[in-house]
């Protein structure tokens, strides 16, 4: 393997010596309070706004079920990606913001543990944009989901 790179794959946390995918060991870190916010945004046409709002997308309540959706994924976020940590979470809450121009969603995610939150924030607010685009497609075929990012990470 080229050295350069091997000396760069040690920077990461996830890659072991020989550049193999590897979980980190967090079992002699301390439990600590962690919080993770992640925000994202689902553009859609006006025409969709409008039935979201009078509650007419046949589906159902479009945003009550995507905030559902991204609760439940957030807690299913070790299954979905290989090298993530079983975290016991406290705390998931996920809100959708109607605006005229699409859907903002916030993932809060809270854990008591000794690996971050991040993960199951990005996850939960990912799967509620995309429970809004399922629930949505029959109507709007140019929606589009973007700006999907981790707005803070705390540890105490």
Same mark, same amino acid.
């Given at each position: 393997?080229?050295?350069?790179?091997?000396?760069?794959?040690?920077?990461?946390?996830?890659?072991?010596?020989?550049?193999?995918?590897?979980?980190?060991?967090?079992?002699?870190?301390?439990?600590?309070?962690?919080?993770?916010?992640?925000?994202?945004?689902?553009?859609?046409?006006?025409?969709?706004?409008?039935?979201?709002?009078?509650?007419?997308?046949?589906?159902?309540?479009?945003?009550?079920?995507?905030?559902?959706?991204?609760?439940?994924?957030?807690?299913?976020?070790?299954?979905?990606?290989?090298?993530?940590?079983?975290?016991? %979470? +406290?705390? !998931?809450? /996920? &809100?959708?913001?109607?605006?005229?121009?699409?859907? @903002? *969603?916030?993932?809060?995610?809270?854990? $008591?543990?000794?690996?971050?939150?991040?993960?199951?924030? %990005? +996850?939960? !607010?990912? /799967? &509620?944009?995309?429970?809004?685009?399922?629930?949505? @497609? *029959?109507?709007?075929?140019?929606?589009? $989901?973007?700006?999907?990012?981790?707005?803070?990470?705390?540890? +105490?």
């Amino acid at each position: 393997m080229n050295d350069k790179l091997v000396t760069e794959m040690k920077k990461l946390t996830h890659i072991d010596d020989s550049g193999k995918a590897n979980m980190v060991d967090v079992g002699n870190k301390p439990g600590q309070e962690r919080q993770a916010v992640a925000s994202g945004f689902i553009s859609l046409q006006p025409e969709t706004v409008a039935l979201i709002t009078e509650n007419k997308i046949k589906k159902g309540d479009v945003l009550v079920i995507a905030e559902i959706a991204g609760i439940q994924a957030a807690k299913q976020t070790s299954s979905l990606i290989p090298l993530c940590h079983t975290l016991q %979470l +406290t705390k !998931v809450q /996920v &809100t959708c913001q109607l605006e005229e121009k699409g859907v @903002k *969603a916030i993932c809060i995610a809270k854990c $008591i543990g000794k690996t971050g939150v991040e993960m199951e924030a %990005l +996850t939960g !607010v990912s /799967v &509620t944009l995309l429970t809004i685009y399922d629930m949505c @497609k *029959a109507v709007d075929r140019q929606m589009e $989901i973007g700006q999907v990012k981790l707005i803070e990470k705390i540890k +105490t």
